[in-house]
T-cell receptor, first 113, second 112 residues
Framework: DQQVKQNSPSLSVQEGRISILNCDYTNSMFDYFLWYKKYPAEGPTFLISISSIKDKNEDGRFTVFLNKSAKHLSLHIVPSQPGDSAVYFC????????????FGQGTTLQVKP | KAGVTQTPRYLIKTRGQQVTLSCSPISGHRSVSWYQQTPGQGLQFLFE???????NKGNFPGRFSGRQFSNSRSEMNVSTLELGDSALYLC???????????FGPGTRLTVL
């Protein structure tokens, strides 16, 4: 039972355009969501997070939107740069399950110059 | 501040052996979580330690165990290695149990 899903395995965008990565979840107990970026053979790098009491959080070029009724979140990267090319994971946690992140399967983003 | 460090970075073992991986958290962080990443299963939670006690555990067999020391450093141990244990093992640290987790570079374990 996959509680966090990233249905698009890959995404390709042109440099300077917007990248939109999507994530759906099924567990209504999740109250904290995070996005990580990962290069091969390296650990995930934290990008941005959002609490379930908010519907938007911004940090520079990265914005995360949360739609609780649809159990959906998205990561917007504007403008996209070639250095953004990596695998992006969304993750979620529940207050009853401390220290445990549930990850999606990841979306590979390619930003073309 | 130094990030999360993991040693060794690479390991090759044979079936039946055991292995110990080490993780040093970011200074001041007291929670350490461990994850296994494989191509088929993605990133899966192993366990979490806080104040030297295992507070949460994922769905892995008892061959996977861990501990945390008083300085928050953590080790995980896998006994009787199987081919399917080949994976990237990641540890993450956070200030407290519900705070943002920051990951180390991982240990690549290959079981032959």
């Amino acid at each position: 039972d996959q509680q966090v899903k990233q249905n698009s395995p890959s995404l390709s965008v042109q440099e300077g355009r917007i990248s939109i990565l999507n994530c759906d979840y099924t567990n209504s107990m999740f109250d904290y969501f995070l996005w990580y970026k990962k290069y091969p053979a390296e650990g995930p790098t934290f990008l941005i997070s959002i609490s379930s009491i908010k519907d938007k959080n911004e940090d520079g070029r990265f914005t995360v939107f949360l739609n609780k009724s649809a159990k959906h979140l998205s990561l917007h990267i504007v403008p996209s740069q070639p250095g953004d090319s990596a695998v992006y994971f969304c993750a979620a946690s529940a207050p009853s399950n401390t220290g445990k992140l549930i990850f999606g399967q990841g979306t590979t983003l390619q930003v073309k110059p | 501040k130094a990030g999360v460090t993991q040693t060794p970075r690479y390991l090759i073992k044979t079936r039946g052996q055991q292995v110990t991986l080490s993780c040093s958290p970011i200074s001041g962080h007291r929670s350490v979580s461990w994850y296994q990443q494989t191509p088929g299963q993605g990133l899966q939670f192993l366990f979490e330690y806080f104040s030297e006690t295992q507070r949460n555990k994922g769905n892995f067999p008892g061959r996977f165990s861990g501990r945390q020391f008083s300085n928050s450093r953590s080790e995980m141990n896998v006994s009787t290695l199987e081919l399917g244990d080949s994976a990237l093992y990641l540890c993450a640290s956070s200030l407290g149990q519900t705070d943002t987790q920051y990951f180390g570079p991982g240990t690549r374990l290959t079981v032959l």
